[in-house]
């Protein structure tokens, strides 16, 4: 057996040779568009607090309330020691939100996307996922023990062919052998959308069931901004909707929204509900406050803000418009040192911007990954516009697109 500190300080080497070791950079500031470390200031790209809520007055006022009304910890479980009123309210709006008949609410989507998969399906089971799906989805498959088939991205072929092969296999044990599709609406680090309007046509010619994770749209898209399933008029039609609370909405938390019988299954069996202690409620007051004003017009004009700083930075980016603008631009350099080098260069012209790599994408599908605000000015988009034309005329970074 290797000696501790050798072995970790191995592993450690080899990650920095290949460019892809990482760490935490310590902020001074609270969320929004301008970020200070260090003494050191920089414009902020890398954020998924969309709509500037995090740091809005309306959601502090809500968190400080219930600081003051019900504390600053939950004490327990939820069905521990009884479950506080800021959840139930929150649920209750959620639910109103995304018109279904019941919502849930975990600490973070990660455990929202671990609770629902592993509760509603075991090893006899079959899960089918898109090969872009997050990092929680896979996990959860995974530790479901469900065989797991992955299609190629967005590929409605490559996914019936999958759906084919399952419905063969679970025709042996017909009853007994469930089928869940699970994708996300706005791809994380890539911006695109899934086509959600044929993925629910071929689940229901499979009789399969459909989970959507709306981490990047929820906010953002489809009227009031409850998410692209909504946009597109198949909600209804989808069993499991998940979401996040600490992107658009501006707070912190997960959530999974569907018929009450989904929510009472996961009330029993979602591990990472059941035995974890209740967020914060102040994190379930913010996110209420949140998921309230991306409903008003104030949250309209947020996001017409937001489209038109998309909209400003499109020329910059060397692409075609996408049918359905993203706030998520990734520009795609494939080596993980050019990816990193093309950060830096970024970060001396006071530019932060991420180079994301391993495990986050693929090997050799490191990017920037530029995130837009509606906190953004257009003299931030003018900005990071110029200093992107920099970089591309740098000899060292001439393959940046
Ligand atoms: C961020 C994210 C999650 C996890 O949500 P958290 O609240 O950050 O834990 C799940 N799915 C996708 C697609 C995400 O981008």
């Avoid at 890398?46 to 939950?74: I, M, Q, W």
């Avoid at 035995?275 to 913010?286: L, W």
């Avoid at 706030?327 to 260069?345: F, H, K, N, Q, S």
Wanted: glycine fraction near 8%; charged fraction near 20%.
């Amino acid at each position: 057996m290797p000696a501790f500190a050798e072995d970790l300080n191995a592993r450690l080497a080899a990650q920095r040779e290949q460019n892809l070791f990482r760490e935490l950079c310590r902020v001074d500031s609270a969320p929004g568009p301008r970020l200070t470390s260090g003494g050191k200031t920089w414009l902020n790209f890398s954020s998924n607090d969309y709509l500037g809520l995090a740091n809005h007055p309306a959601l502090k006022a809500a968190a400080v309330r219930a600081v003051h009304d019900f504390g600053a910890g939950a004490g327990a479980s939820r069905l521990i020691c009884g479950s506080l009123a800021p959840f139930h309210l929150l649920e209750e709006t959620l639910a109103a939100f995304k018109k279904t008949e019941a919502a849930l609410t975990f600490a973070t989507g990660y455990a929202a996307a671990f609770g629902v998969i592993t509760a509603l399906l075991g090893k006899d089971d079959i899960i089918i996922l898109d090969k872009l799906v997050h990092a929680s989805i896979v996990d959860a498959a995974k530790f479901s023990g469900a065989k797991l088939r992955v299609f190629a991205h967005n590929d409605l072929n490559d996914l019936a062919e999958k759906l084919r092969w399952a419905d063969e296999r679970s025709r042996l044990r017909p009853q007994t052998c469930r089928v869940l599709i699970a994708t996300e609406s706005v791809f994380s680090m890539d911006g695109d959308c899934a086509p959600l309007r044929e993925i629910v046509a071929l689940k229901e010619q499979y009789g399969a069931w459909l989970l959507v994770d709306e981490a990047h749209a929820t906010g953002l898209l489809g009227e009031n901004g409850r998410g692209l399933a909504e946009a597109l008029g198949v909600s209804d039609r989808i069993e499991v909707q998940l979401g996040t609370l600490g992107k658009a909405v501006g707070a912190s938390g997960g959530f999974i929204c569907g018929r009450r019988a989904l929510i009472d299954l996961l009330v029993n069996h979602a591990r990472s509900f059941i035995f974890s202690t209740a967020p914060v409620p102040a994190a379930a007051a913010a996110a209420m406050a949140g998921i309230q004003l991306i409903q008003t017009p104030e949250g309209d004009g947020l996001r017409a803000q937001l489209q038109q700083r998309i909209a400003e930075l499109q020329p910059a980016t060397g692409r075609p418009p996408a049918a359905i603008p993203s706030a998520i631009i990734p520009l795609i350099l494939g080596d993980e040192t050019l990816a990193v080098a093309a950060a830096a260069r970024l970060r001396e012209q006071n530019i932060f911007v991420p180079a994301i790599r391993y495990p986050s994408v693929a090997n050799g599908a490191a990017r920037l990954r530029i995130t837009l605000s509606a906190a953004h000015s257009a003299a931030d988009v003018a900005e990071l516009s110029r200093a992107l034309s920099t970089i591309k005329t740098d000899a060292a970074l001439s393959k940046v697109p």
